[in-house]
């Protein structure tokens, strides 16, 4: 069955250091998506691609940047990280109707 | 601008029916998502309008009026498990895949 897969699932990191989280779909899907979920903020998106060599900006990108090599995998990349990056980040790909999400990475900044 | 309302915490009784909420504001629409968001794992999609009307599905319905800017979902016949964070989601005009969330509704079931 096809599936979008995140890894680490839980991750702690030291302020400064740089910190790639993975996603990996098998849907074969051109959109994918990366949110972060903090209390009262419900999901906001960081960045998107919507397909390979596309990537574009969202709402809360500060400090945050994406690849597209192909067409499973949208790497996140926290350049330096900053405790305000403490959060549970999802990534989500799409077939242009309904986004399917992966389970998850929660990542603490120390 | 963009703005997506929603309570932020509700409870009902196991059996009862319960109706969530959502006005939205947003520079242009194409469509209205709800998922299901247990703690701890990821959110699951439930239904999706983009014509105004009822969309019936088992349990679940949701309702959209565009010329309102609002939308609800109705879960009836509650059960324990339907305890979760149900998020309201906007598809813009303009940007074909991207969704704005709402900051999620808590339900929470109580027998």
């Known amino acids: 069955d096809a599936e979008i897969t995140q890894s680490p699932r839980h991750k702690i990191t030291e302020t400064g250091r740089q910190v790639t989280l993975a996603c990996h779909q098998t849907?074969?899907?051109?959109?994918m998506f990366w949110y972060r979920q903090d209390l009262g903020h419900g999901l906001r998106l960081i960045h998107y691609?919507?397909?390979?060599?596309?990537?574009n900006k969202g709402e809360v990108s500060d400090g945050y940047s994406v690849s597209r090599s192909n067409t499973e995998d949208l790497p996140l990349t926290l350049e330096s990280a900053a405790s305000s990056q403490t959060s549970v980040y999802f990534c989500a790909s799409s077939d242009g109707t309904q986004q399917y999400f992966g389970p998850g990475t929660r990542l603490t900044v120390t | 601008g963009q703005n997506i309302d929603q309570p932020t915490e509700m409870t009902a009784t196991e059996g009862a029916i319960v109706q969530i909420n959502c006005t939205y504001q947003t520079s242009g629409f194409n469509g209205l998502f709800w998922y299901q968001q247990h703690a701890g794992e990821a959110p699951t999609f439930l239904s999706y309008?983009?014509?105004?009307g009822l969309e019936e599905k088992g349990r679940f319905s949701s309702f959209l009026s565009r010329s309102k800017g609002y939308s609800y979902l109705l879960l009836k016949e509650l059960q324990m498990k339907d305890s979760a964070s149900y998020l309201c989601a906007v598809r813009e005009a303009d940007s074909s895949y991207k969704l704005i969330f709402g900051s999620g509704t808590r339900l929470l079931v109580r027998p």
């Open positions: 309008n983009v014509l105004d």
């Open positions: 691609s919507y397909g390979v060599q596309d990537t």
């Open positions: 849907w074969n899907h051109n959109n």
